[in-house]
C-alpha cells in the first residue's frame, strides 16, 4: 500500500501547493464502507504530504520546520450524541443502528465545510470511543491548512445534506472492497473491543452490512477509486 499512499500524496501536493491565499483549501472526500481501511490511508496520505509538501514550495527557509499543511477530519465526530438517541421514539432500535445515516448529524458536518471555505478555519468534534460520545470542538482545521482530506462512511451518498456535502469536495474518493472482507475486518474490531463473538456476528449482520451496502453504491459518485488489499 506505500505506493499507493505515495501516490495520492504527490497527486495532491502539485494541486495544491500553488494555493498561497490562507483561505483556499483542497478538499478531498474519502468515502467507503467499514472495514475498507479510511482511517488508515487517510493518515498515511496526510504524513506523506506534510512531508512533501515543503520540498515543493520554496517558500519555506530550508532551517525552519515548516507547518503541517494536511491534516484529516473524520466523519465520527458528528455521530448523534447518545442522550439524542435515548430521545428518538425508539431508542433501542436507535442504539442498535447506530451507524446508520441517520445516526449523524450531516447538517453540522455541511456547516462546518462552508465555514472551513468561507472563513479558512474551523473547530470540529472528534469521537471519543471510550464514552461513546462526539468532543466538541477537538480538532481544530487552520489557516495553514492547505489540504483536508474528509473521511467517513456516507460522504459521497446522494440523498438530502449527504449530496450537499458531497458537493463541497474538489475530489471525491472511495475505497473499493469486497464486502465480505471488510465484514470479518470490522467483525474482528468487534470481537477485539470486548463483544462476545456471537454479538459481533449479530452487529454484522443487523447493522454492519445494510449500512455497507448502501455505502457501496455511492462509489459511483467517487472520481478515484481505491482498491482495498489484504496484506
Known sequence: MDEIYDKLAERLVP???????????????????????KSTLAKEVVRRVNRIWPQKASSFDDEVNPPDVAIV?????????RS???AMEDPKEAHARRGAPW??????????LKKLRNEGSVYVPSFDHGVGDPVED???????????????NYILLEEGSW???SDMFDEKWFIDVNLDTAMQRVES???STGKPPDVA???????????????????TNADVLIRSINF
Open 103 to 112: 445516526t449523524f448529524d450531516p447538517a453540522l458536518l455541511l456547516n462546518c
Open 138 to 152: 477537538d480538532i481544530f482545521v487552520s489557516l495553514q491548512h492547505k489540504v483536508v482530506i474528509v473521511e467517513g
Open 163 to 165: 449530496k450537499d456535502i
Open 201 to 219: 456476528k449479530w452487529r454484522i449482520d443487523y447493522n454492519d452490512r445494510p449500512n455497507a451496502e448502501l455505502i457501496m453504491k455511492s462509489k
Open 84 to 86: 439524542q438517541l435515548d
Open 73 to 81: 477530519l473524520p466523519m465520527d465526530g458528528f455521530h448523534l450524541y
Open 15 to 37: 494541486t495544491s501547493a500553488s494555493m498561497f491565499s490562507p483561505n483556499v483549501k483542497h478538499l478531498v472526500g474519502l468515502a467507503g464502507p467499514p472495514g475498507a481501511g
Open 189 to 191: 474490531r468487534h470481537i
